[in-house]
């Protein structure tokens, strides 16, 4: 099983950038597929972005051009990059992998909080 540590999250001003990151340990980096989901207060957990395990990445609409996922092989780290934050973007944001042929996301981080408001 593998386990997965996200960063602390933070406060940002609206129009500020965070960088959130996602430590997996406990099975082969290599052969997962890691994505962010978020869930903000009263609404429903919702996919941020996703990285499969040769690199192609999606994004929901609202984070296009604005977010983006990385995955470093060499420290077993997933990143998401998050630049022009809004205030909608306030949320509870988790790291999630997905085993190889696996239909579902199966393996999540505890998660950490993104507040964005001035």
């Known amino acids: 099983q593998l386990q997965l540590v996200e960063s602390e999250g933070g406060l940002v001003q609206p129009g500020g950038s965070l960088r959130l990151s996602c430590a997996a340990s406990?099975?082969?980096?290599?052969?997962?597929?890691f994505a962010w989901y978020r869930q903000a207060p009263g609404k429903e957990r919702e996919g941020v972005s996703c990285?499969?395990?040769?690199?192609?990445?999606w994004y929901t609409d609202s984070v296009k051009g604005r977010f983006a996922i990385s995955r470093d092989k060499t420290k077993n780290t997933i990143s998401l990059q998050m630049n022009n934050l809004e205030p909608e973007d306030t949320a509870l944001y988790y790291c999630?992998?997905?085993?190889?042929?696996?239909?579902?996301?199966?393996?999540w981080g505890q998660g950490t909080q993104v507040t964005v408001s001035s």
């Open positions: 999630a992998a997905r085993r190889p042929f696996a239909d579902n996301y199966d393996n």
């Open positions: 406990g099975g082969n980096f290599d052969w997962y597929s």
């Open positions: 990285i499969s395990d040769v690199g192609t990445t």
